[in-house]
C-alpha cells in the first residue's frame, strides 16, 4: 500500500515539474459582444484554446505585451472583469465526421438539419500548414461545370483558383451550384462554404442540390448571420481543412467559398474590435494574407488528390477594382465576371466575356475543346466590340461580309445562353458551334 501511495506522489510531483496539470492562467479586463481581453497569460500561441471561467469558450485572437485578445466561439453564460481566464496549453480545434457528407454542418461537429451532434467526431485543425511547392503537381485536368461560357472559353483546371465576381443576384451563387450538380458521377466531394448567410438561404439550396441528386457527394458548412462573428470568421478555413483532409486521400475536392467580401468585413468587425490598426477602408493590415493562406490551400498534389476553389466575390455597381476584388484577383488563377447589365437583358450566365479570364486557359482542356473555344473566343470579342455601334446603323447599308459577321456573332452569344441546372457535354458544346468551325475548311 505504501509503495502506491509513494508511486502516485512521485507522478504528481512529476506532472507538476513538467507543467501538466498547471494552466496558464489570467484574468478578465474587458469584455466586447463576442471576445474579451485578458491580462496574465503569458506564453501563449494564436488558436491556443481558452476557457473562461467555464461560461465561454475561445482561441487566442490577438497578442500584445500587455495583454491578450481571446475570441469567443461559445458564451455559456455573461462574462465578467474579473472572472478566471485558463489557456489550456492546446490547440483549438474544431470537429467533423464522415457522416457529415449530404448534411448541413457547422464547425463543432452539429448537424443543422437534424439538430444535433454527429458520431464518430474527429478532432480537426483550424488551419494546417499549406502543401509544400514541391509536393504540388501542375494544374492540367478538367474541372467541368457544364457552362459552355467557362468549360469552352474560360476553363477551370482540378487544383485552380477560380474567382466568382460580380454585383448581388447576377447569378454568383448558382455558377457554383451548377458546377456542384455537374460532378455527379465524377468522383468528386463538393465542399459548399455558407459564409454569414440567412438560414432561409442555406436551406432553400441544400434542398435544391438534394432535388438534383447532389447531396450525396456534397457537405454544406454553414455559418449564419445571427451568429458570433468569431465563429463565421473560422467556416472558410475549417472547410479547407476538411478538403485537406480529403486530398491527402487521393480525392479531387471543390470547395465554394460564398463569399469572401462578407468574411473580410466580418474580419474588419473582429479587428476592429480587438483594437487592431485600421488599414485602407479600415481593414486590418493583413487582410491580404488572411485570404490568401487560405486560397493558398487550392492545388493539385502530387498523389493525385486535389482542391479546385471557387470563391466569390460580391461588388458595389459593377466595381471590381475595390480593394478586397483586386486583393483576391491577385491571388486567383482567374475570374469569372458577372455584368449586371447582361442579367438584365436575360443574358445567363451573365458573364462578361470581355473582363473575364482563365489563367491557365486551354492547359486543361483537351485538344478539340481548346480548338473549338480559341475560335469562338476570338470571334466573339471581335463582335463585341462592334456590336453597340451597329446596333444603331442600317443593316441594308452594310457590306455582305459584315452583315454575316453580325449574324456569326449574335448566334455565337445565343449558343452561349444557358439557364440554370442545364449542362451541356462537351460535344454539345463543340457541335454548337460547328457553323463556325465548318467555314474555316
Not at 39 to 56: P, R
Not at 146 to 165: E, N
Not at 340 to 347: L, V
Request: charged share 30%; hydrophobic share 35%; aromatic share 8%.
Amino acid at each position: 500500500m505504501d509503495d502506491i501511495w509513494t508511486n502516485n506522489l512521485n507522478e504528481t510531483v512529476d506532472s507538476i515539474k513538467n507543467n501538466d496539470n498547471i494552466y496558464n492562467t489570467g484574468k478578465v479586463i474587458k469584455v466586447n459582444d463576442y471576445n474579451i481581453e485578458v491580462t496574465g497569460l503569458n506564453d501563449v500561441a494564436f488558436y491556443e484554446e481558452v476557457n473562461v471561467s467555464d461560461k465561454a469558450t475561445g482561441y487566442v485572437f490577438g497578442i500584445y505585451a500587455d495583454r491578450v485578445i481571446v475570441a469567443l466561439v461559445k458564451i455559456n453564460e455573461e462574462i465578467k472583469p474579473g472572472d478566471m481566464v485558463y489557456a489550456l496549453k492546446k490547440e483549438f480545434k474544431c470537429l467533423f465526421s464522415l457522416d457529415s457528407v449530404g448534411k448541413v454542418i457547422d464547425v463543432f461537429g452539429n448537424d443543422l438539419i437534424a439538430g444535433k451532434k454527429f458520431d464518430n467526431l474527429v478532432e480537426l485543425s483550424v488551419e494546417n500548414k499549406n502543401v509544400p511547392l514541391m509536393d504540388r503537381g501542375l494544374v492540367k485536368r478538367e474541372m467541368l461545370t457544364g457552362i459552355t461560357g467557362i468549360d469552352l472559353i474560360y476553363p477551370i483546371g482540378k487544383g485552380q483558383r477560380q474567382l466568382i465576381i460580380g454585383d448581388k443576384k447576377t447569378g454568383k451563387t448558382q455558377i457554383c451550384l451548377d458546377t456542384i450538380v455537374n460532378q455527379k458521377d465524377k468522383n468528386v466531394l463538393c465542399i459548399y462554404v455558407a459564409i454569414g448567410k440567412t438560414k432561409k438561404e442555406v436551406k432553400d439550396i441544400y434542398y435544391e442540390l438534394t432535388k438534383r441528386g447532389a447531396a450525396s457527394y456534397t457537405i454544406i458548412v454553414a455559418s449564419f448571420h445571427d451568429e458570433l462573428p468569431t465563429r463565421t470568421y473560422l467556416t472558410p478555413y475549417v472547410a479547407l481543412s476538411i478538403a485537406e483532409s480529403f486530398m491527402m486521400q487521393t480525392y479531387d475536392v471543390l470547395v465554394c467559398l460564398d463569399d469572401l467580401k462578407k468574411h473580410a468585413d466580418i474580419y474588419r468587425q473582429i479587428s476592429l474590435a480587438s483594437k487592431k490598426t485600421p488599414g485602407r477602408d479600415a481593414y486590418p493590415s493583413d487582410i491580404f494574407y488572411t485570404h490568401s493562406r487560405l486560397l493558398e490551400k487550392g492545388c493539385q498534389h502530387k498523389n493525385g488528390g486535389s482542391i479546385t476553389i471557387l470563391p466569390i466575390v460580391e461588388t458595389k455597381a459593377g466595381d471590381i477594382t475595390d480593394y478586397i476584388s483586386t486583393n483576391i484577383i491577385s491571388i486567383c488563377d482567374g475570374q469569372i465576371v458577372l455584368s449586371a447589365k447582361n442579367f438584365a437583358k436575360g443574358e445567363k450566365p451573365a458573364i462578361d466575356y470581355g473582363l473575364s479570364v482563365s489563367r491557365l486557359g486551354g492547359n486543361v482542356q483537351d485538344s478539340e475543346m481548346k480548338r473549338v473555344g480559341s475560335k469562338v473566343r476570338i470571334e466573339l470579342l471581335s463582335y463585341l466590340d462592334v456590336r453597340q455601334i451597329y446596333e444603331l446603323a442600317n443593316i441594308d447599308e452594310m457590306s455582305e461580309d459584315l452583315q454575316r459577321r453580325l449574324r456569326e456573332g449574335k448566334m455565337i452569344l445565343d449558343n452561349l445562353r444557358q439557364y440554370k441546372f442545364s449542362p451541356k457535354t462537351k460535344k454539345e458544346m463543340i457541335d454548337s458551334y460547328k457553323f463556325l468551325m465548318n467555314k474555316d475548311k
